[in-house]
Structure formats: structure tokens, C-alpha cells
């Protein structure tokens, strides 16, 4: 099969031919449809999100089940949506019913294997790294078959392959680590694909207000367009940025910070009210550090709250994400700005770090 293959960090990705062992126990072979293109695919590019090399990305993928192992009941042909967090059910994260923090899939996933430790990928012989447990930037992957979440047949591949990313991070942020309520301001910094998903996700449960914050005039008026209340522009600073969305709102119930960056987590604290949180989504730096007002977090019971994957069990939310995109109060599809074959990743990358794609969509066929 062919695939895109990072050979080292800062590397160009190149397009490869690749061997591709069968699934075992409890494992599914997948023919990926759609692919999207992710911030922390980059990350792993750049070195941002140490990644062992060489490896085939992506982790926003969606296809059709081709072959199963053993123990596995899922029919083959079944149309399915990819989870990059398959859980085990034992760890004490797990049985806390924290799912998402699950100790044996982070753990495995920093190995560059499956859940067993190996891979299933080779190139001349030799052993290829699996990314975030599913390496969907291929024409076929072999995955845990909890990754596999059915999807009807009416919703299409590219917006499958969103909600196990993008989408369920961003709508997960507001509806499971928030749990934002239909009085509450909401404030979301960065228009990104996640943070555009969080403008819906604010959106659908029916927050009072919802302010976008970002640099580019362009994406606050996507998010205007998918029912942002007011959109503000960056300003000098995180002060500065933060006061103009005090004054449009009061100061806000959540924050929701989406790009990772340390001044924009500190922009999102500060825009909050009494009892306020700021969400941190965006995967900063490894040696990143927040700089806060202390004194403000007892005196006002401001919080900052870490999320995960938005809190997002797939099996119980990736259904309800795709109920609401068929009852059309979440339209995914809108935030598709570019889609590219196989052969394309490259541009779609130069894409995103310039910022100027939403999601770009890589289709296999």
C-alpha cells in the first residue's frame, strides 16, 4: 500500500510503498477513505510532540472495515469512524471512568506501536512507527478494533474522518470537561478546525453568548457565520486581548483556549468572571509554562481545567455528534477548506503552517 512516510523529525514526508501485516486478536484492517490534516500531525513534524521515526501520521481517519481478527465482531464492510483513543478498561483512569486518560493507551501511544507495543507497518524489511495509534495519512491501516465507531451511510467520509479528532475535541471541550449550560458565556480563542468545533458545540447547547478570538479576520467571520455572538480581533497582548472581551461580555463563564500558546492561556484566564475556567485544548510546547495572577484564583474561584481529547469517550459521543451534523446543528462540512489526494499532503502541510487552511481533507481515492 502506499502511505506518507515522516523519516525524521523536520523531515519531508514522503510517498511510499509499505507492507502491512495482517490484524491480530482484536484488531481491524481498515481501507481509509478520508484523512484530515491535524496541528499535532505538525507537531509531530517539527519535533514539537516528540515522535519515533520513521512513522506514518494522522489521526483523523475514517473508512470501511476490510478485515477482522480474532475476537473481533464488527462486519466487514461496516463503515466506521477512527478513535485515537482505543481504552482498556483496567487502568485506574479507566475505572475511575476517566476513559480518555487511559494509562495503557498514552502509554502505548508514546511507543509508536499498537496496544501490544508492535507494529504492523515495514518498509524493505524493516519496522515502520504507527502515530497516535492509527497512522491514517495511508491507503489502509490496521487498528484496535475499539478505534472503530460505525458511522450511517449518509455521512460522508471527510466529515466522519473530522469528528475523531477535530470535532469531538473542540464539542467535547464545551460539552464534557465545561459542561457549559445555556446561561453561561463562552469565549474561544483560536478559530482553528478544534476551536471552530467548540463555536458549535457553545452554539448547539444555546450559551447566551459566544465570543471568537483570533488573528485572522478571515476565520472570525467563519465563526461568525456558524453562530458566533461577537468576534474579536488579537489585540497588543493578553491583557489587552482579555479586556476587550470583558468589555463585550462582562467576562465570561469559559474560556476555551485552543492554540497552545502561553500568552493566549493567559488571555483566556483573564477574560473570565468570578467562578469563571479557562479550558486549556492546544498542545503547547513540552517546556511551555502559563504565567497566572495567583491571587485571583482563591479571591474569584477561577479555575483552569485541562482537556483531553474534550473528555470525549467515542462510543457514547461520536453518535451524538453525528446525530446533530444530520439534524444540521453541527455543520462539519463547512469547516472543509481544502481537500488533496495522497500525493498532495505535502502543500496541505505548507497549508497549515502558513494558517491558511481550516482543515484540509486528504482522500485516499
Same mark, same amino acid.
Given at each position: 500500500?502506499?502511505?506518507?512516510?515522516?523519516?525524521?523529525?523536520?523531515?519531508?514526508?514522503?510517498?511510499?510503498?509499505?507492507?502491512?501485516?495482517?490484524?491480530?486478536?482484536?484488531?481491524?484492517?481498515?481501507?481509509?477513505?478520508?484523512?484530515?490534516?491535524?496541528?499535532?500531525?505538525?507537531?509531530?513534524?517539527?519535533?514539537?510532540?516528540?515522535?519515533?521515526?520513521? @512513522? /506514518?501520521? #494522522?489521526?483523523? *481517519?475514517? &473508512?470501511?472495515?476490510?478485515?477482522? +481478527? $480474532?475476537? =473481533?465482531?464488527?462486519?466487514?464492510?461496516?463503515?466506521?469512524?477512527?478513535?485515537?483513543?482505543?481504552?482498556?478498561?483496567?487502568?485506574?483512569?479507566?475505572?475511575?471512568?476517566?476513559?480518555?486518560?487511559?494509562?495503557?493507551?498514552?502509554?502505548?501511544?508514546?511507543?509508536?506501536?499498537?496496544?501490544?507495543?508492535?507494529?504492523?507497518?515495514?518498509?524493505?524489511?524493516?519496522?515502520?512507527?504507527?502515530?497516535?495509534?492509527?497512522?491514517?495519512?495511508?491507503?489502509?491501516?490496521?487498528?484496535?478494533?475499539?478505534?472503530?465507531?460505525?458511522?450511517?451511510?449518509?455521512?460522508?467520509?471527510?466529515?466522519?474522518?473530522?469528528?475523531?479528532?477535530?470535532?469531538?475535541?473542540?464539542?467535547?471541550?464545551?460539552?464534557?470537561?465545561?459542561?457549559?449550560?445555556?446561561?453561561?458565556?463562552? @469565549? /474561544?480563542? #483560536?478559530?482553528? *478546525?478544534? &476551536?471552530?468545533?467548540?463555536?458549535? +458545540? $457553545?452554539? =448547539?447547547?444555546?450559551?447566551?453568548?459566544?465570543?471568537?478570538?483570533?488573528?485572522?479576520?478571515?476565520?472570525?467571520?467563519?465563526?461568525?457565520?456558524?453562530?458566533?455572538?461577537?468576534?474579536?480581533?488579537?489585540?497588543?497582548?493578553?491583557?489587552?486581548?482579555?479586556?476587550?472581551?470583558?468589555?463585550?461580555?462582562?467576562?465570561?463563564?469559559?474560556?476555551?483556549?485552543?492554540?497552545?500558546?502561553?500568552?493566549?492561556?493567559?488571555?483566556?484566564?483573564?477574560?473570565?468572571?468570578?467562578?469563571?475556567?479557562?479550558?486549556?485544548?492546544?498542545?503547547?510546547?513540552?517546556?511551555?509554562?502559563?504565567?497566572?495572577?495567583?491571587?485571583?484564583?482563591?479571591?474569584?474561584?477561577?479555575?483552569?481545567?485541562?482537556?483531553?481529547?474534550?473528555?470525549?469517550?467515542?462510543?457514547?459521543?461520536?453518535?451524538?455528534?453525528?446525530?446533530?451534523?444530520?439534524?444540521?446543528?453541527?455543520?462539519?462540512?463547512?469547516?472543509?477548506?481544502?481537500?488533496?489526494?495522497?500525493?498532495?499532503?505535502?502543500?496541505?502541510?505548507?497549508?497549515?503552517?502558513?494558517?491558511?487552511?481550516?482543515?484540509?481533507?486528504?482522500?485516499?481515492?
Amino acid at each position: 500500500m502506499r502511505a506518507a512516510v515522516l523519516p525524521r523529525t523536520n523531515g519531508q514526508l514522503e510517498i511510499r510503498e509499505l507492507e502491512l501485516a495482517p490484524p491480530r486478536e482484536a484488531e481491524v484492517r481498515v481501507r481509509v477513505q478520508a484523512s484530515g490534516i491535524c496541528h499535532s500531525d505538525l507537531n509531530a513534524i517539527d519535533g514539537t510532540a516528540e515522535t519515533p521515526c520513521p @512513522a /506514518v501520521l #494522522g489521526h483523523e *481517519g475514517a &473508512g470501511v472495515v476490510e478485515e477482522v +481478527g $480474532a475476537g =473481533v465482531d464488527i462486519p466487514i464492510g461496516s463503515r466506521v469512524a477512527l478513535s485515537w483513543m482505543p481504552t482498556c478498561g483496567r487502568c485506574e483512569e479507566c475505572v475511575r471512568d476517566l476513559p480518555h486518560l487511559c494509562r495503557t493507551t498514552w502509554g502505548a501511544m508514546g511507543r509508536g506501536g499498537l496496544l501490544d507495543g508492535t507494529s504492523r507497518l515495514s518498509m524493505d524489511g524493516k519496522p515502520v512507527f504507527h502515530y497516535s495509534l492509527l497512522s491514517t495519512f495511508a491507503e489502509r491501516a490496521v487498528v484496535a478494533a475499539a478505534s472503530c465507531i460505525p458511522i450511517p451511510d449518509d455521512v460522508p467520509f471527510d466529515v466522519a474522518a473530522l469528528i475523531g479528532c477535530c470535532v469531538a475535541t473542540g464539542t467535547g471541550a464545551v460539552w464534557r470537561t465545561a459542561s457549559v449550560r445555556p446561561e453561561d458565556r463562552v @469565549a /474561544v480563542f #483560536g478559530c482553528g *478546525g478544534v &476551536g471552530l468545533s467548540a463555536v458549535m +458545540g $457553545a452554539v =448547539v447547547v444555546g450559551a447566551s453568548m459566544v465570543v471568537a478570538v483570533d488573528l485572522s479576520a478571515d476565520k472570525l467571520a467563519i465563526a461568525a457565520a456558524l453562530g458566533a455572538t461577537t468576534t474579536i480581533g488579537w489585540a497588543e497582548g493578553p491583557e489587552e486581548t482579555a479586556a476587550l472581551v470583558r468589555e463585550a461580555t462582562g467576562g465570561v463563564d469559559i474560556a476555551i483556549e485552543a492554540t497552545g500558546r502561553p500568552e493566549t492561556a493567559r488571555a483566556a484566564f483573564l477574560s473570565t468572571r468570578a467562578r469563571g475556567a479557562a479550558v486549556l485544548i492546544g498542545i503547547p510546547h513540552p517546556d511551555a509554562e502559563v504565567s497566572l495572577p495567583a491571587l485571583s484564583i482563591p479571591r474569584m474561584e477561577r479555575r483552569v481545567l485541562g482537556s483531553a481529547y474534550g473528555s470525549t469517550m467515542p462510543e457514547r459521543d461520536f453518535p451524538e455528534i453525528v446525530d446533530r451534523y444530520r439534524r444540521g446543528e453541527l455543520p462539519i462540512d463547512r469547516l472543509i477548506s481544502h481537500r488533496f489526494p495522497l500525493e498532495g499532503i505535502g502543500e496541505a502541510f505548507e497549508l497549515l503552517r502558513r494558517g491558511a487552511t481550516l482543515r484540509a481533507i486528504v482522500q485516499m481515492d
